[in-house]
């Protein structure tokens, strides 16, 4: 048997349960704390248990990886939300689509980590995680300390929360939180010390591979009542908005799944040629 305490398979049904039972208790106290809805708890849950019975670095890492998120989108909340209630398209409560765009890359690893236990797979594993979080601590920073936005389409400020747009708050928080995250996955023992640089790169240019996309083909919509550009299919203000600019499928959730893509294969990619 494979050694669970790093990202070594527990190929037992009572691993199973143990996993997926911690993974329900997780999603459940998430869902009571409002940080996950009804379906992004349900899915969580089975992305968690796939983590957790895929090895003890497995989840734990997903753990500290939820923690941190929720905390960084909880503290200010009320201040990030009244400056980007306009733009953003989904509030706090994460849906299960945004956890699968942010965790299924994870989760797809760890359900191939039960074939092949590759230490490959957990470095992807980790580079999709990272680049999530990496990119969820740049939105979440550079709106919580007002950092001034600017568009990399058009190199103009524009509102915060808009997708495609940099501040020196985010990029701070960006480039501190893929170094954290890619340290934690370490101490959880998801990978080598060794691979902390190769990972939080990955995860880096997962985020900014985000933020280029979202500037460019990511689908905006126009508010005509209030003459602005915004996420929402129905404005703030209550009217039904325009489908304007970007590619109709290219939605948040959609880039935000790319961001860990990239980062994954990234990383893959290094370890080939390595």
């Given at each position: 048997?494979?050694?669970?305490v790093?990202?070594g398979?527990?190929?037992?049904?009572a691993?199973?349960?143990?996993?997926?039972g911690?993974?329900?208790?997780?999603?459940?106290?998430?869902?009571?704390?409002?940080?996950?809805?009804r379906?992004?708890?349900m899915?969580?849950?089975?992305?968690?248990?796939l983590?957790?019975?895929?090895?003890?670095?497995?989840g734990?890492?997903?753990?500290?990886w939820?923690?941190?998120?929720?905390?960084?989108?909880?503290?200010?909340?009320?201040?990030k939300e009244?400056a980007?209630g306009?733009?953003v398209?989904?509030?706090?409560?994460?849906?299960?689509?945004?956890?699968?765009?942010?965790?299924?890359?994870?989760?797809?690893?760890?359900?191939?980590?039960?074939?092949?236990?590759?230490?490959?797979?957990?470095?992807?594993?980790?580079?999709?995680l990272?680049?999530?979080?990496?990119?969820?601590?740049?939105?979440?920073?550079g709106?919580?300390?007002?950092?001034?936005?600017?568009s990399?389409?058009?190199f103009a400020?524009?509102?915060?929360?808009?997708?495609?747009?940099?501040?020196?708050?985010?990029?701070?928080?960006?480039?501190?939180?893929?170094?954290?995250?890619?340290?934690?996955?370490?101490?959880?023992?998801?990978?080598?010390?060794?691979?902390?640089t190769?990972?939080?790169?990955?995860?880096?240019?997962?985020?900014?591979?985000?933020?280029?996309?979202?500037?460019?083909?990511?689908?905006?919509r126009?508010?005509?009542?209030?003459?602005?550009?915004?996420?929402?299919?129905?404005?703030?203000?209550?009217?039904?908005?325009?489908?304007w600019r970007g590619?109709?499928?290219?939605n948040?959730?959609?880039?935000?799944?790319?961001?860990?893509?990239?980062?994954?294969?990234?990383?893959?990619g290094?370890?080939?040629?390595?």
């Amino acid at each position: 048997m494979h050694d669970p305490v790093a990202g070594g398979v527990m190929p037992t049904l009572a691993g199973a349960a143990v996993g997926t039972g911690l993974a329900a208790l997780v999603a459940g106290s998430a869902w009571r704390a409002g940080s996950l809805s009804r379906s992004g708890a349900m899915a969580a849950l089975v992305i968690g248990s796939l983590a957790m019975t895929a090895g003890r670095g497995w989840g734990l890492f997903l753990v500290v990886w939820f923690v941190t998120a929720s905390v960084a989108s909880r503290v200010g909340r009320h201040t990030k939300e009244t400056a980007t209630g306009d733009v953003v398209a989904k509030g706090g409560r994460r849906d299960a689509a945004q956890v699968v765009a942010n965790g299924g890359v994870f989760a797809l690893c760890a359900l191939s980590n039960f074939a092949f236990d590759t230490p490959a797979l957990a470095l992807a594993g980790a580079a999709a995680l990272v680049a999530a979080g990496a990119d969820t601590l740049a939105t979440e920073t550079g709106t919580l300390w007002r950092g001034q936005p600017w568009s990399l389409r058009t190199f103009a400020p524009v509102p915060s929360g808009t997708s495609g747009a940099v501040s020196l708050a985010g990029t701070v928080g960006m480039t501190a939180g893929a170094v954290l995250l890619a340290l934690s996955a370490a101490v959880c023992g998801l990978i080598d010390p060794s691979d902390v640089t190769v990972v939080a790169l990955a995860g880096v240019a997962g985020a900014v591979a985000d933020t280029v996309i979202g500037a460019f083909w990511q689908l905006r919509r126009w508010c005509p009542a209030c003459q602005r550009e915004t996420e929402q299919a129905v404005h703030r203000c209550g009217k039904p908005t325009q489908a304007w600019r970007g590619v109709p499928w290219l939605n948040n959730d959609v880039v935000n799944f790319v961001c860990t893509v990239t980062g994954a294969v990234l990383v893959a990619g290094v370890r080939i040629v390595s």
